[in-house]
């Protein structure tokens, strides 16, 4: 019974680093500075939305 209790709170601590870890991956402001170094992308300084006609 020790050992389970022991694996359930190493499973349980790994699980909230991995949900923390996801929430820093998945931040908008780390997706922007990653999208801009590794792949070059930049916001267009002047562009047009067309909203489609249905």
Same mark, same amino acid.
């Given at each position: 019974?020790? +050992? ?22 998945? $931040? ?10 590794? +792949? ?5 300084? $002047?562009?047009?939305? +067309?909203?489609?006609?249905?």
């Amino acid at each position: 019974m020790q +050992l389970e209790r022991v694996e359930r709170d190493k499973l349980s601590t790994e699980w909230a680093q991995l949900q923390l870890e996801e929430s820093a991956w998945a $931040n908008p402001d780390r997706v922007a500075q990653v999208v801009r170094r590794e +792949l070059s992308m930049v916001q267009p300084r $002047n562009y047009v939305v +067309l909203e489609s006609q249905r």
